[in-house]
């Protein structure tokens, strides 16, 4: 049986949402030619993949753990870029 640090696990989880949500909004800076928006969001990203790298190759669970917070992130990076369209269609 595999030991599971819920802290770490939580960690990875978190970074991961948040490190794909800055990755959705680095690739729609791109999009939108904003050079000084993603040339920022993608140093944040690299800076925030870090934490989850260094936490799961440790331990092969923790991928798991990064994959569902990939889907986090990624999931609500995509609802907020879609509410904040909205509220400009106003």
């Known amino acids: 049986m ?7 696990a939580g960690g990875v989880v978190l970074s991961t949402a948040v490190t ?4 959705v909004f ?4 791109v999009s939108a030619r904003r050079r000084v928006s993603a040339a920022s969001w993608s140093a944040a990203w690299y800076l925030l993949s870090a934490f ?9 669970v923790y991928v798991l753990f990064a994959a569902l ?7 609500l990076s ?4 879609d509410h904040g369209a909205s509220t400009r269609r106003r």
């Open 2 to 8: 595999v030991a599971i640090d819920p802290l770490i």
């Open 20 to 23: 794909d949500a800055v990755y």
């Open 26 to 29: 680095f690739n729609a800076a």
């Open 52 to 60: 989850a790298v260094i936490s799961y190759t440790s331990n092969w």
């Open 69 to 75: 917070g990939s889907w986090i992130g990624g999931y």
């Open 78 to 81: 995509i609802t907020a870029l």
